[in-house]
């Protein structure tokens, strides 16, 4: 009997029915970068804002002063009092009554100073609905609860990745996939009307999690859909993650309220309910749960949708029982090539959305054109897609994975001891390591999955990818604390990080012209770091048979 492997390629490996579901899926990856990134305008910086003098509001609305003229009394005489005062995290320390005077309020204290007090609420805004700083007070002693909105959301991410990665895996990639794209929507909602800060975090990590379910299946149907020639697709798919980092700072420039930001990254996701329709569920998952029927009517159809057709003799399905065994930890790091592996990876995966998220939210902090600096950093990242393309088939995985590592390295440590008067070569040198990470993030998807056998391979990279979204979740904290001390830091442990990572990657075995491995001996077999090339393994897909 002939594997599923060769019934696809009889079928059409990437005809126009793959062709149609990849671009559909596609979409998936500019909301989801969407929500991935969108921190840095839903927590932008809220413009000019101070603390509010008690009895402030009340004299204010008496005297019919307007923001700025409220302003002018609460904030100028702090900071002539005291140069060091900022006029936001501290306030005079005096409470305004109806004797206050409405052209000298502070006339009782002739030409002295009020004492100042540490601001405990009661924040003005003169763009109050400009983002959650202004709607939530995430601001002086609250500051860090921003790190927390964005921690929260990658927490969201690592829960997605284990509890939707194991539902996609026992009752289908496509149910999963619309259930999901139904949760972000719904959950998206409540985020932009939360009454309070706490419900705000709740369904942002929900909106997380099923935003990761989006992602991850949409990711999983396109590679399963495909023959095994065509692994690039699960690079070109990356594109569309790119394309919306492009467009969010158009969206957000165009919309001036968090709420509107957060609806429009949302709403989205509702249309690809109609997916339904159109997006089959993947054969090969079909065939793991002994549904052979369905998988081969879905066969089929994507032969006739290409203008192919199957042999008419095809008619029965058989699995093996190692396929649905339960793989575990242990199994990942039971052998010595296996081992080396798996912790390798997982560094690379914590290391580079580590740093590719701090390189992104740093944006937020540096000052200058944040859409237009948003939209270039986007815009860079597309050539990495291309430049993975064009040299992995040609040089191998391990050269671009570690050079992209290295060089982001170099990048982060010199943009680090750049003078600030030379901004155009500061920005041309930490765009060149946000491109730099950019390839090294997308390569990493690829290898994980070209160094596990099969009856691993889902579990093995499910597991190496939730480093990620560790990653991700110490990445605003680090970031922003950091920063606190040196606006450079953050780039200076990037560095360290990323070098770190370029010298371990050059110890995975290079699977270039490699077939995939099916078992874990094949694993084992295949050429370390030092070795000779290995033969190209032709073995028959042992676990799935049409």
């Known amino acids: 009997m002939p594997s599923f492997d060769e019934v696809l390629k009889e079928a059409g490996e990437f005809g126009r029915f793959q062709k149609r579901v990849f ?9 989801f970068s969407s ?19 008690p009895g402030a509001a009340e004299l204010s609305e008496r005297c019919g002063w307007t923001l700025e003229e409220e302003r002018n009394f609460t904030v100028l005489p702090l900071l002539l009092g005291n140069e060091s005062a900022a006029g936001q995290c501290e306030r005079l320390d005096v409470t305004w009554d109806a004797s206050a005077s409405c052209s000298s309020p502070l006339g009782r204290y002739g030409n002295g100073s009020p004492p100042l007090a540490p601001c405990h609420g009661h924040w003005v805004y003169e763009q109050p609905k400009a983002s959650i700083v202004g709607e939530y007070d995430l601001v002086c002693g609250n500051a860090w609860m921003l790190d927390l909105s964005q921690a929260i959301l990658n927490l969201g991410f690592l829960a997605g990745a284990f509890i939707l990665g194991y539902a996609a895996d026992r009752y289908g990639r496509i149910l999963i996939y ?44 396109v590679t399963e859909i495909v023959g095994s020639d ?29 709420q509107g930001i957060q609806l429009a990254i949302s709403l989205p996701n509702f249309l690809f309910l109609l997916y339904y329709w159109v997006v089959p569920e993947s054969p090969r998952w079909l065939l793991t749960r002994k549904k052979g029927e369905k998988a081969l009517k879905i066969m089929r159809s994507i032969a006739k949708h290409n203008g192919k057709f199957l042999s008419p003799h095809y ?15 242990l199994d990942l ?25 701090g390189l992104v939210m740093r944006l937020g902090i540096t000052g200058g054109n944040l859409y237009l600096d948003f939209f270039i950093s986007g815009a860079v990242e597309l050539p990495s897609a291309f430049l993975i393309i064009v040299t992995m088939d040609r040089i191998g995985r391990r050269l671009p994975f570690a050079m992209g ?69 110490i990445a605003p904290f680090l970031l922003f604390r950091l920063a606190a001390i040196w606006l450079e830091l953050p780039l200076v442990i990037f560095s360290i990080l990323a070098a ?47």
Request: a positive charge.
């Open 333 to 357: 790091v039971r052998t010595p090539q296996m081992r080396r592996n798996t912790l390798i990876l997982m560094y690379a995966w914590f290391t580079s959305a580590l740093i590719y998220q």
């Open 35 to 53: 929500l991935f990134a969108s921190v840095v305008f839903l927590g932008r910086a809220p413009g000019n804002f101070w603390c509010r003098i």
């Open 405 to 473: 590592n290295i060089v982001a390295s170099v990048a982060c440590l010199i943009t680090a001891f750049l003078p600030e008067d030379i901004p155009w070569l500061k920005t041309t040198v930490a765009t060149l390591g946000r491109l730099s990470i950019t390839i090294a993030f997308e390569v990493v998807y690829l290898v994980n999955s070209e160094l596990y056998p099969t009856t691993l391979r889902n579990f093995g990279v499910s597991l190496c990818s939730s480093l990620c979204d560790l990653g991700g979740i």
């Open 23 to 31: 671009f559909l899926l596609s979409q998936t990856g500019i909301t």
């Open 315 to 329: 008619s029965e399905i058989t699995i093996s029982n190692e396929e649905v065994s339960n793989p575990s930890f």
């Open 230 to 258: 065509q692994r690039m697709v699960g690079i070109v798919i990356q594109i569309f993650f790119t394309l919306g980092i492009i467009i969010l700072p158009g969206i957000a420039y165009l919309i001036p309220t968090w």
């Open 178 to 221: 619309l259930l999901s794209c139904l949760g972000v929507g719904i959950c998206g909602i409540i985020v932009a009307f939360s009454p309070n800060f706490t419900v705000f975090l709740i369904f942002r990590f929900l909106q997380g999690m099923f935003g990761k379910g989006t992602w991850m299946t949409c990711y999983v149907i």
């Open 500 to 546: 770190v990572c370029g010298l371990l990657v050059l110890l995975l075995p290079e699977t270039k012209g490699m077939s995939l491995p099916e078992t874990v001996e094949d694993v084992e077999q295949l050429p370390s770091h030092f070795g000779k090339c290995g033969k190209k393994r032709k073995h028959p897909d042992t676990n799935s048979y049409i």
